[in-house]
């Protein structure tokens, strides 16, 4: 069909010249011309200005103008859903487009509009994959499995996240992603699935085994986190006898650490170790609900919606305040306070590990204080309630300090810490 009637034609000539010109053109300029010949060539034209759109909206002068990035992403969005149906890269640029713009409507607050995006986006993935445009059902999934997390709406989550494990399975065991797994996991243990989160955990840590013993093939401070997150799970599950297995196998990956060091360079693999601790802490946390939204732990701090972003790390100061009173409470009455004030400081130290973890991978000197204070204060508090009473939060500072230095690379401190969590009585 011919739609050249509908255009200015000095802006269509402008357009042609523009793209036929050999200088290079701004993403401002390509969005300008691809608007004008999307109308008479929409076949053609379309997947250009949406995918010039995405990147408009990424561009460093929006970067602090956030409506400006929303109206952009909400026009790529607008511009993919027109894409002719048998373009065989639709759902993949569709998807891309929804995802763009659902971020920038939770940015400012439109969770409602940003959900119902995110609902789009798994529909235009069913929708993709029965044109054999994507190789997976649960194709755009993800994000909607993270704000039904946030929602609170774990049994929801659980069931989506179950969904996208079997996806993977059925690509062949290797292709579940240590991070769709977890939060699998996650999802199935918030909603007291506590044996079925232990057995989809199981799968994670035997995996993480695999890689390690596969030499070379995988960094070997993961199976250690993924050992020690295991320990606790069963022991909150009253399995304590596996729980000790499970910390005997992390000290033998610890040992080899500290006499070797890592095989290899791996990077910043620091995303397994902050979304591990944070899911630690996940009880101490208010539980989310629609209109409270809370963090989705067990999932890796960039898959979190902007707003909830934001509010966690906006009460961090509110955090370090209730810290200090309760610091000076126990100063006056220890038996009181102390317990109080060990569990807020590990509430602050998570989300002080995730606060560096964003910033950057030099988190030695930041944190190492934080942790060290968590020990002090546990040692402290057996030092006031006895050491019977006090054994699981001088066990837990420990842990934590442990893998922390895991983290920061502190090899043989982190082993004498977490040699000392084997040594407790009980």
Known sequence: MDHADKVDQDALLRARTMLLGSGRLSLGQQVEAYRVLSVVSPLTYLPKLAQA???YGYEPEVRDLPE???ARHAEAAATARRVDADDPKRTELLVRALSAYRYELYAVGRRAEGFAVCEEMAEAGRWGFALGQVNSSVYGHGPLAAVLAEDGRHQEAAELGGKLVRAARSEGPAKVSFWVAVAWA???DAVGRHDAALEAFAEIVDAGRTEADDEGSSPLAIPVWQLVHQAG???AAGRHVEARG??????????ELDRTGERGSWGNILSWWTTLYALSGRSAEPV???????PPFGRP?????????????DGLPVLEEQVADLRKAARSDPREHLPALVAQHRRLAIRSALYWKKRSDRILKPLRPIFNEGVALARRLADVVGADQSREALGRALT???????????YGEAYDDYLEVLDLPG
Not at 400 to 410: E, T
Request: aromatic residues 12%.
């Open 53 to 55: 759109l995405l990147s």
């Open 68 to 70: 400006v990035r929303l």
């Open 186 to 188: 996650a999802e199935l």
């Open 233 to 235: 799970m069963l022991d």
């Open 246 to 255: 499970a910390r005997q196998d992390a000290l033998a990956f610890l040992s």
């Open 288 to 294: 989310g609900r629609p209109s409270a939204p809370a």
């Open 301 to 313: 701090f960039l898959d979190w919606s902007p707003d909830i972003k934001q509010t966690y790390f």
């Open 400 to 410: 934590d300090r442990s893998m922390f230095l895991v983290a920061a690379k502190q």
